[in-house]
């Protein structure tokens, strides 16, 4: 290895052998013990310390091996050999002994921060085994760096002189540790003279090398040039080096990332100055003088006989020269008389050492071209460029950015290959760190990223987003390019999003925004129509209004409309016949909200089906209704299109159409119109109404709470953007959104209402709609018939009518869980977790109406059932589908369609099984029902002749007129006291507080009231019939059925009847019980003798009190002939009144002659009795009898 110093050649220099050792040691140890005793003597060990005061000595010179026994403070051992010393900052006093010679095996050496004087000792190039720390940093070392320094090759970091008071020049043999890499430091003493040129052998240097603050002069060595692998600290300020820096050194400066100093503190750029044992120095171009000769010989003169001129190839610089000399190597005179030899040009070199022949420097043309490489500094020959470098017309240049060469394989800069980078001056190409890369060749950085990767703002490579296409390298934030259905806001975001109808809407390429959407679609994921294009819900497509304004929903409805309107019109009788054949509105309206949820499924779990169940499902979507979706409003105004006017013009709508309903049905009541047409006029509207927010509840609360849901999406530079999932076009922080906010609130809060109502309705119904005591199933059976025809439960009955006894608020429950399907489930904004849920909601439902059967044909909770197995089916197959992309075939759209599709028929073949048993059941109804009528029309004509036979009686007795006289004290007395029409009598409330406690009253006044009445009756020739206290659970059933609950209504729990034989008889009791100031007051009549039941039967019910009791009791008188009659019809009246059919008008028949005779037969054998009536005034004592 050739260095070229001061412009001669030399030869790294050789290490200095090893002193032979003057003594043999006695074991392993001793040497080691005996250097370390001689360290402690010449630092003074007795006195280490810490900063602290703490004793640092610990161990020393405790044991004669080092190595052995406790370990020594500061010693580090290895195979039973020291290795290292690391005493910094424990207060060492003195010299360094020489025997530290001794510890051969020494690698690290540290000893800074401490007092350490006088010389270092030459013996320390003994510890050649040192390679990595010998520390001096902060002392106050002074002398020279021992040149033995040198034989420390095996160092490799941390030669440290730093901050001592050490002089002298820096010893060449420093450029014998050629395996320094870091921190080479003499900075802070007062070093001197220049730096030697041997530096440039440590090539590997890699950081710090630092000189500053001493005297070292004159120029930097170009050598250090070489240092290419250095990139950190490159201190050289506080000296006196002057001349330029040479350009080798200056090139380092690029590479050299922190803390570059050479200018500060020196005279850089200044000439330096000439010493005395120095030769002039020589001008750098040849000086041509003048022709006429001078008094004396000056410079390119010698004197020879005379002044006479240099000749080419020789110079002289000095006056009175008797010769010129030669140049030297690397220099010509190409003329006379030069003073001065120039170099050769830039790029030719003159290896002439000899300085004989002056035809060897006399000519540009001796000064000839390098082979390869580049000429030495000093141009006398030619040297290789090293790694980074290649020849140029000024000798060596550095390689430009994103080339390179090695120096021995590669002398021409080349470019770095793909994936590897170069700085200027680079020796070799590093390699990008993955996912990083290049461009292409030559770069001067890593430029790009992998494929799959992204450049971000950031300089680093990130992996592209779903959405994007990155199949080839160097990738940039800024223009990605973006499949077809997908979307990126701004070219600053990273975020790419699935624009909501995918390739339909979304072109895809390397913009962004509007830019990336389709012809007719706009705003964020392109969801939004463009002006004067609307959004067809059947194909979810934006289509142009002035191309069609006719939607496939548009026909679908309007064929809809046009066939059963005409139907209605022109076949009602046969649409009417059909429709109660073939159609359960149960079974309807369980088909209809299946077919709403099922509409939302798609959305809710955020996955589109394939075909064909794509398009089922669009056209399923046309339940909800909702006018906006099945008309192109915004066609008409643009403001239609926008989600918020459309929510508030779809709320207002339904609201409008309520009002409608109701504006109509007061209009019909300003019409003139019996009770009953008023009735049915109010349940026919009201029934309208409550159809109105059955089937627009669910989507109107859909349609408001997703007024509330905003999202957020990367807007890059300018954040994030909170955009109305519902309309992306919204933003939800302006001034448009919160006023719609507040309108919306009260919106939702009146939509909410909806199931209250029908609760509230339901409930004020509850006892006729449902008697909460126990019914048997007989009495349940004329309860559901009472329900189905009473007149007060019909304007409600579209909110029970399908429903059982004990489900009566089904429909409040049936509501919550449409709107909880429909609307809350598409709040969920984890959408796989909302398919989930789905699935668990529909599998409950599922149980609930096998188990809890809330319809009341069991039909209809078959179809329930099926249903909801059909909604988890259709759940289960979303949510698969969007996890594991399950079922996205033609085989899986055609799967869906055909289970959702089963529905229809099931339900149709339901219903025409559940028709079929109805018409069935029905014929045998009616033939029961004409042969209960007949048997009642033969009973009825029983009831007329014992009446015939009565008044024939009277007629016979001479007391025809006590007809007349009977009904006018029945209809006196309904004057009095309250005929049938009075429906609030009831016990006073005095009289208990429960049930049971007025069955104690009743049962504690029992005989004594019936022996009170009994006095009366047999007084006037009748027959006391005493009844049994009604029993508590038939009291219970009737306070349920008949009076919602009001126990004091019940006022026939005390009872009795009494039979006569003659209108005479059954006239005097009446009056004996009305008499004024006896024991017994009537409050209530009933005049069922001239108001006859539909049968034929005639009585008087009576309620009355007893004197000195407040418990009203029942009476009944009867006529003996007409009672006997009822015992055998009885049977007849009850199977009716359990059908609900007591109160259909019986068609009886004239009697004829011979019935009227029989009539007359039976009435003569009646017992005679007074032909005067009583006189009404006069009354028996105890309203005992008169007349």
Request: some cysteine; aromatic content about 8%; hydrophobic content about 35%.
């Amino acid at each position: 290895d050739r260095l070229c110093v001061d412009g001669n050649p030399t030869t790294t220099p050789t290490t200095t052998p090893m002193p032979t050792l003057t003594f043999k040691p006695t074991f392993p140890g001793d040497l080691e013990y005996r250097a370390l005793s001689a360290f402690y003597t010449a630092t003074n060990g007795e006195s280490w310390e810490s900063y602290s005061g703490t004793a640092m000595n610990i161990n020393w010179l405790s044991s004669e091996d080092p190595c052995s026994g406790d370990s020594w403070y500061g010693v580090g051992c290895a195979s039973g050999e020291v290795v290292e010393l690391d005493l910094d900052s424990i207060s060492l006093d003195g010299t360094f002994p020489t025997e530290i010679g001794y510890l051969a095996s020494l690698t690290s050496g540290v000893f800074k921060y401490n007092t350490l004087t006088g010389t270092l000792p030459t013996e320390i190039g003994q510890l050649t085994d040192l390679n990595s720390n010998l520390w001096f940093y902060s002392n106050a070392i002074s002398g020279t760096v021992p040149s033995e320094i040198g034989q420390l090759t095996a160092l490799n970091s941390e030669l440290d002189f730093m901050d001592n008071a050490m002089s002298g020049t820096m010893p060449s043999e420093i450029g014998q540790l050629m395996a320094m890499t870091s921190k080479l430091q003499f900075g802070t003493n007062d070093f001197t003279g220049k730096l030697p040129t041997q530096l440039g052998h440590l090539t590997d240097m890699k950081e710090l090398f630092r000189v500053a603050s001493n005297r070292f002069s004159r120029a930097v060595p170009s050598q250090l040039g070489r240092w290419a692998k250095l990139t950190r600290i490159f201190d050289l300020a506080s000296n006196d080096f002057c001349d330029a820096v040479p350009t080798e050194v200056q090139a380092l400066s690029s590479n050299v990332l922190e803390y570059w100093q050479v200018t500060t503190g020196n005279d850089i750029d200044e000439e330096c100055p000439i010493l005395e044992t120095e030769p002039p120095t020589t001008s750098p171009t040849a000086t041509v003088l003048p022709t006429p000769s001078p008094t004396y010989c000056g410079p390119g003169y010698f004197e020879d006989q005379g002044c006479k001129l240099c000749p080419k190839g020789r110079f002289n610089g000095f006056d009175s020269a008797s010769l010129c000399a030669v140049c030297g190597p690397g220099q010509v005179a190409t003329q006379e008389g030069s003073s001065s030899c120039e170099l050769c040009p830039s790029g030719r070199y003159n290896d002439d050492v000899y300085g004989i022949d002056a035809g060897l420097h006399d000519s540009i043309d001796d000064c000839v071209q390098c082979a390869q490489g580049v000429p030495n500094q000093q141009q006398t020959g030619c040297e290789m460029c090293g790694a980074g470098t290649q020849a140029g017309s000024d000798g060596c240049e550095a390689c430009q950015e994103g080339k390179y060469t090695n120096g021995a394989s590669v002398v021409t800069c080349i470019d770095c290959q793909t994936g590897k980078y170069s700085s200027a001056g680079a020796g070799v190409c590093e390699l990008c760190e993955s996912p990083l890369t290049t461009r292409g060749e030559g770069a001067a950085s890593c430029d790009g990223c992998e494929k799959f990767h992204y450049m971000n703002l950031d300089g680093g490579c990130t992996l592209c987003p779903d959405g994007t296409k990155c199949e080839s390298v160097g990738n940039e934030l800024g223009s990605l390019m973006v499949k077809v259905g997908y979307f990126r806001t701004v070219p600053s975001s990273s975020e790419v999003y699935p624009c909501t109808f995918e390739e339909a809407a979304c072109l895809g390429g390397n913009s962004t925004g509007n830019k990336l959407c389709r012809e007719g679609y706009e705003a964020m994921l392109c969801s939004s129509c463009s002006a004067r294009y609307f959004f067809d819900s059947l194909t979810r497509t934006c289509r142009d209004c002035e191309a069609t304004h006719v939607t496939p929903a548009m026909v679908v409805v309007s064929v809809v409309i046009v066939v059963v309107g005409c139907a209605l019109i022109f076949m009602y009788d046969k649409v009417k016949a059909w429709s109660e054949k073939w159609l359960n509105m149960g079974k309807v309206r369980i088909v209809y909200t299946t077919c709403q949820i099922l509409a939302t499924v798609p959305s809710t779990v955020d996955v589109p089906f394939p075909e064909p169940a794509r398009s089922l499902f669009s056209i399923l979507d046309l339940s909800g209704l909702n006018p906006l979706d099945l008309f192109a409003g915004e066609c008409v105004n643009e403001g239609l299109g926008s989600y918020d006017t459309r929510v508030i013009v779809s709320t207002l709508g339904v609201g409008g159409l309520c009002a409608v309903n109701w504006l109509v049905f007061g209009a019909r009541r300003l019409m003139p119109a019996t009770s009953e047409q008023r009735l049915q006029a109010f349940s026919s509207h009201n029934s309208i109404f409550l159809g109105l927010t059955y089937v627009f509840y669910p989507t109107l609360s859909l349609a408001q709470l997703k007024g509330y849901v905003c999202v957020e999406y990367d807007g890059g530079d300018e954040g994030m953007m909170r955009l109305l999932k519902a309309d992306l076009s919204i933003d939800c922080d302006s001034d448009r959104y919160q006023s719609f906010f507040g309108l919306n609130v009260f919106f939702t809060i009146m939509t909410q209402l909806i199931p209250i109502m029908y609760l509230v309705i339901l409930y004020r119904a509850r006892h006729l709609l449902h008697p909460p005591s126990k019914r048997s199933e007989h009495s349940q059976l004329r309860d559901r018939q009472r329900r189905e025809q009473g007149h007060e439960l019909k304007p409600i009955s579209f909110l029970f009518e399908h429903y059982d006894l004990g489900w009566w608020h089904f429909e409040v429950i049936e509501s919550y869980r449409r709107v909880a399907f429909i609307s809350l489930l598409a709040l969920i904004t984890d959408k796989t977790l909302a398919g989930f849920v789905g699935i668990f909601m529909s599998s409950m439902s599922t149980s609930f109406y096998r188990e809890a059967a809330p319809y009341h044909l069991a039909s209809n909770n078959v179809l329930a059932t099926v249903a909801n197995q059909q909604l988890s089916f259709t759940f289960l197959s979303a949510t698969l589908l969007r996890t594991t992309g399950y079922g996205d075939d033609a085989v899986g759209g055609s799967t869906l369609l055909a289970v959702n599709v089963a529905i229809i028929p099931c339900s149709i073949v339901a219903s025409w099984a559940e028709n079929k048993k109805q018409a069935k059941a029905g014929e045998i109804k009616r033939k029961f029902y004409e042969k209960l009528k007949h048997a009642e029309a033969e009973d009825k004509k029983k009831f007329d002749i014992a009446w015939t036979g009565y008044t024939k009686h009277a007629a016979d007795t001479g007391n025809a007129n006590v007809v007349d006289r009977l009904e006018a004290n029945l209809a006196a007395l309904d004057v009095l006291v309250g005929g049938e029409v009075v429906t609030s009598l009831a016990h006073p409330e005095s009289l208990a507080s429960t049930i049971d406690g007025l069955m104690e009253v009743a049962m504690a006044n029992n005989d004594m009231m019936h022996r009170i009445v009994r006095e009366i009756v047999e007084a006037m020739n009748g027959w006391y019939q005493q009844g049994p206290v009604k029993k508590l659970e038939r009291v219970q059933e009737k306070c349920d059925n008949d009076y919602m609950g009001d126990f004091l209504k019940v006022i026939d729990i005390v009872r009795s009847s009494a039979v006569f034989h003659t209108l005479v008889d059954i006239h005097n009791a009446l009056l004996a019980l009305k008499a004024p100031g006896g024991k017994v007051k009537i409050v209530r009549s009933k005049d069922r003798v001239f108001k006859p039941l539909s049968s034929g039967y005639r009585d008087v019910l009576l309620n009355i009190t007893i004197e000195g009791c407040e418990m009203v009791m029942e009476l009944q008188l009867h006529l003996k002939d007409v009672i006997a009659v009822k015992e055998g019809a009885h049977r007849i009246y009850d199977m009716l009144r359990t059908a609900g059919w007591e109160k259909d008008e019986v068609q009886a028949e004239m009697l004829t002659e011979e019935e009227v005779t029989a009539a007359a037969r039976s009435a003569s054998s009646r017992r005679q009795v007074a032909p005067a009536l009583a006189v009404e005034a006069a009354a028996a004592p105890n309203n005992g009898p008169t007349g």
